[in-house]
């Protein structure tokens, strides 16, 4: 089975790791997969299965949406946009 990709897509999942004071090991060995793979969910470099995102969210204590929805400001492709408010 392959790697699948999530295309370079930005996620919250790191700055929710550190503010809760956890290292990429320690996410890791909470939710049973590698060092390796937390890296590259991080990066956007990995699309987690619905069951790896529904875990990591439980031990940072967020939602899959916080964590994965789309970020308010950035296109599908995962680029900044300018957003016009209030015309």
Do not use: C, H, W
């Amino acid at each position: 089975m392959g790697r699948t990709s999530a295309k370079g897509r930005r996620n919250a999942v790191r700055a929710a790791r550190t503010a809760s004071g956890l290292t990429q090991a320690d996410l890791a060995g909470a939710v049973g997969v590698t060092r390796q793979t937390v890296v590259a969910v991080e990066a956007g470099d990995y699309a987690p299965s619905v069951y790896l995102a529904l875990a990591i969210a439980a031990r940072l204590g967020r939602t899959v949406e916080q964590l994965f929805g789309e970020q308010p400001g950035a296109d599908r492709s995962g680029r900044e946009t300018d957003v016009e408010v209030g015309r």
